[in-house]
């Protein structure tokens, strides 16, 4: 891909998020939901349409996967602006919505700066984990693809609870209610864990169908089904800290979730992955950096969120009931 090509694929990027955020302030969660999964469906048909060359299509492999993914990505952002302009009727469009007012700008940033290297340490974390695993195999970091497709579905439901969440405890957090404050989180964390487990036991059970879908040799496939199943041990961890970070975004603790996110992205898995392809049978333990670094960082959240719980919400007082 060339490099003309860049600012064309960041924006496509950039709208369907603004917008979808969009949707979601306006209540209109149901739309931003179709927005981002019609995407993502449409990256995991064409991935293997694109990287083996079905219906006619020339064998392009890692460059296919690419162009996969822009595409998803094109398709999410003209899905987001079509609900924007016809649902969100409520907001209206105007050139003095673009200037710019210090304080509010100080405050998205005070959140938004932690939140911002979070997602740049998961392209930093693919991209360490790609070339650790290709120490290993070719097989291996085929494998990793696969499933990082196959568990979006699972995650992006839970990341759409956060999103539900995040929102409900901030804006009791503003108005000093404490008791709706812990009911926010608590609901939270059972519901992200409901998915979680959920998609834990379908991994578990259904992951050699999954696979299956994916054109590989048997060599990959079967690499990718036990890939699949350990890493789905640790979903249980992966969504409470999902759980977690979302309750830190509320209450403007924007480092302690970065922190978390450094645990699970970076500081626990790469050293681990790259120590376990110096293994013997490194086929098999580099998988499990995943779900060890997920529950690190679990333990490190779970603290933190005590540490802010008495800090922040102990200290507030009970509303009375109006």
């Not at 293997?48 to 296919?64: A, E, T, V, W």
């Not at 673009?98 to 290297?117: M, R, S």
């Not at 603790?253 to 790259?274: K, N, Q, T, Y």
């Given at each position: 891909?060339?490099t003309?090509?860049v ?8 709208i369907?998020?603004?917008?979808s955020m969009v949707?979601q302030?306006?209540?209109k ?8 999964v ?6 995991i ?7 083996f ?6 064998q392009?492999?890692i460059r296919g ?7 998803g990505q ?13 649902k ?10 673009l200037?710019?007012e ?14 911002i ?5 998961m392209?930093f974390?693919t991209?360490?984990i ?6 290993v ?14 568990q979006q ?11 539900a ?16 404050i812990?009911q ?15 998609g834990?036991?379908?991994l578990?059970?259904f ?10 040799s ?7 089904v036990?890939a ?19 309750v830190?975004q509320?209450l403007?603790c924007?480092?302690?979730?970065l922190v978390?996110s450094?645990l699970?992205l ?12 110096k293994?013997?049978n490194?086929d098999?333990?580099?998988?499990w950096?995943?779900?060890?670094a997920?529950?690190v960082a ?5 603290l933190l969120?005590?540490?802010e ?14």
């Amino acid at each position: 891909m060339g490099t003309g090509a860049v600012p064309k694929v960041m924006l496509s990027m950039g709208i369907p998020m603004i917008l979808s955020m969009v949707l979601q302030a306006m209540g209109k969660t149901i739309y931003s939901t179709i927005a981002q999964v019609s995407g993502a469906v449409c990256n995991i048909i064409l991935d293997p349409i694109m990287i083996f060359g079905y219906f006619g299509l020339p064998q392009m492999g890692i460059r296919g996967a690419a162009y996969a993914t822009v595409i998803g990505q094109v398709v999410s952002m003209l899905v987001a602006m079509y609900f924007h302009y016809k649902k969100n009727t409520e907001v209206k469009p105007g050139r003095g919505y673009l200037k710019l007012e210090k304080d509010i700008v100080k405050e998205i940033y005070a959140v938004g700066l932690p939140a911002i290297i979070m997602q740049a340490l998961m392209s930093f974390m693919t991209y360490g984990i790609n070339l650790i695993f290709g120490t290993v195999s070719q097989a291996s970091v085929t494998a990793y693809g696969i499933f990082y497709k196959i568990q979006q579905f699972i995650f992006f439901a839970a990341f759409g609870l956060r999103d539900a969440i995040t929102p409900i405890v901030s804006y009791n957090y503003g108005m000093g209610d404490k008791k709706r404050i812990k009911q926010g989180m608590f609901y939270g964390f059972l519901y992200i864990e409901a998915i979680m487990l959920t998609g834990l036991i379908g991994l578990e059970l259904f992951a050699s169908p999954l696979v299956g879908m994916f054109a590989m040799s048997k060599e990959t496939e079967g690499l990718c089904v036990m890939a699949t199943q350990i890493i789905a041990a640790g979903f249980l961890f992966a969504g409470g800290n999902i759980a977690i970070q979302g309750v830190f975004q509320a209450l403007g603790c924007g480092l302690d979730s970065l922190v978390v996110s450094l645990l699970r992205l970076c500081i626990v898995v790469l050293p681990l992955a790259w120590l376990f392809a110096k293994f013997e049978n490194a086929d098999f333990m580099i998988w499990w950096a995943f779900p060890i670094a997920e529950f690190v960082a679990f333990v490190a959240a779970v603290l933190l969120m005590l540490r802010e719980g008495r800090r922040i919400i102990m200290p507030m007082k009970e509303r009375k009931p109006c």
